[in-house]
């Protein structure tokens, strides 16, 4: 008799041309992600040749019960590394059935940013740092604090090993290792300041991707914490108090700003989110006050400022950059929970388009 693992680790390869594609989508909220299975004929590496589907909008708070078919438009191919194979990974985005993008559809606005000539020219590359809090099943409270109770202060855990420092480091190897199988450009893990938080780095991607491939990975990572019983928490502040709370730093270049002479691009293009800081913040994710307070390595949410290596700065730019005089710099403000497509294409808007 087979067992159950045996079934779901079955290669379908040995036994048929066909594969299964999960076709993943944003629900209602924004940041509740949402998925379901077809077969097709054939493996398919090209998204514009996988049919488009739909789905009951009015059970994801996107549609209304009498007109709730909402159709999804596959985007992005990653391998599945849940079922192996030949089977895949779909990231979508939604429209009504006349072709017109939902309001949660956010995909569809970045696209147009960075399909404007000016924006491609500039090659936009993106390093994000999504940090996230691993929560214990049933009581909402960090895997490996004590029920109910707290851990000892900050200060050994950020990179920390031993099982008094570090928990859920299988989760995280586990996401890393699944997130290269799918083709995702992760680039780092480390463990972080509060106990139970971690993050993984993915970039630098151009573009639309980097919005792709951080939906995917969150994808996984959602998927791998179902199985391991544990519950993966992108708020920006899930314990108040001393504790640093969680963000989505962004790093960003433009090929200008690579090139002989960057830093001065770099210097203008911070200028300019200067001027629309409260628009960016507006757009960085919610409850992000929460958590830019002015302490645990953050600038105060009202309060714009740049400088070279401060962590507690809205913007910092890397010490190679200064010394090179190109290069980089890194968004400190977006919060764990912002959307990648609107951080993403709001800053090349600013920096490039205005």
């Known amino acids: 008799m087979a067992l159950l693992n045996d079934l779901i680790n079955l290669n379908l390869t040995d036994s048929t041309k066909k594969i299964i594609a999960e076709y993943i989508w944003i629900g209602g909220s924004g940041m509740d992600l949402r ?52 089977n895949i990974l779909v990231i979508c985005d939604a429209y009504t059935p006349a072709g017109e993008p939902i309001p949660t559809n956010k995909r569809h606005a970045a696209a147009k940013i960075f399909s404007h000539p000016e924006v491609e020219k500039e090659v936009p590359w993106y390093g994000i740092e999504q940090e996230y809090t691993l929560l214990q099943k049933g009581i909402n409270w960090p895997l490996g604090w004590p029920q109910g109770g707290f851990p000892g202060p900050q200060g050994p855990y950020y990179c920390g090993i031993g099982a008094d420092k570090a928990f859920g480091r299988d989760i995280v190897d586990a996401h890393y290792k699944a997130c290269l199988y799918a083709g995702i450009n992760i680039s780092g893990i480390n463990g972080e300041v509060m106990p139970g938080q971690w993050e993984f780095q993915v970039g630098p991607s151009v573009g639309i991707s980097a919005g792709d491939e951080i939906w995917a990975a969150r994808y996984i990572l959602e998927r791998i914490t179902e199985i391991a019983g544990v519950v993966v928490s992108f708020d920006p502040k899930p314990i108040p108090g001393d504790w640093n709370g969680a963000g989505a730093h962004t790093n960003y270049s433009t090929k200008s700003m690579r090139e002989e002479g960057g830093y001065e691009i770099i210097k203008k293009a911070i200028e300019k989110l200067g001027l629309r800081h409260k628009e960016h913040i507006a757009a960085y994710g919610e409850g992000n006050e929460r958590r830019l307070t002015g302490k645990h390595e953050t600038a105060n949410i009202n309060t714009f400022k740049w400088g070279v290596a401060n962590r507690g700065a809205s913007i910092r730019v890397g010490r190679d950059t200064e010394k090179d005089g190109k290069g980089y710099f890194e968004d400190r403000r977006p919060a764990s929970n912002m959307d990648p497509y609107v951080v993403t294409s709001m800053i090349a808007e600013t920096t490039i388009l205005l």
């Open 35 to 86: 998925s379901k299975a077809r077969t097709l004929p054939k493996p398919e590496s090209d998204p514009k040749k996988l049919p488009k589907w739909n789905y009951d909008g009015s059970s994801t708070g996107q549609a209304p019960g009498e007109d709730s078919e909402v159709i999804l438009y596959p985007q992005a191919i990653f391998k599945d590394p849940f079922r192996g194979g030949n």
